[in-house]
């Protein structure tokens, strides 16, 4: 899910998570697990520079999934100047260094 922020994400899998706890086996008797581990295991999303409504995701226990994202070259990025824009977002120092490098890193097999 590059490029298209990540502040959606609690919300989804929370109604995804919702709709499997009211239907369960009934409708689909081969998911093991819930929505939200599905993702943990297996998807990736990107947070943007300005993205200050994705401050929740760790809070979801997202935040091993999320990627930093530019969205360069779009006219409405804030090149160059990205960095620092997320930089001032409300997240941990370590939430920030998962985003912009740990992350990255594990996601494309650097370092792992």
Not at 71 to 91: I, N, Q
Request: glycine letters at 6%; hydrophobic letters at 40%.
């Amino acid at each position: 899910f590059l490029e298209g922020n990540c502040a959606w994400l609690p919300w989804l899998l929370w109604r995804m998570g919702e709709y499997a706890e009211l239907t369960g086996v009934a409708e689909h008797p081969e998911m093991k697990l819930e929505p939200r581990e599905y993702f943990q295991r297996q998807c990736w999303g990107a947070v943007e520079c300005d993205e200050i409504v994705a401050k929740n995701i760790p809070d979801f226990g997202l935040e091993d999934n999320i990627v930093f994202s530019t969205d360069y070259p779009h006219l409405d990025v804030k090149f160059p100047h990205a960095v620092e824009s997320f930089l001032k977002l409300p997240f941990s120092d370590q939430t920030k260094r998962k985003y912009l490098w740990d992350n990255c890193a594990r996601l494309y097999g650097f370092g792992y």
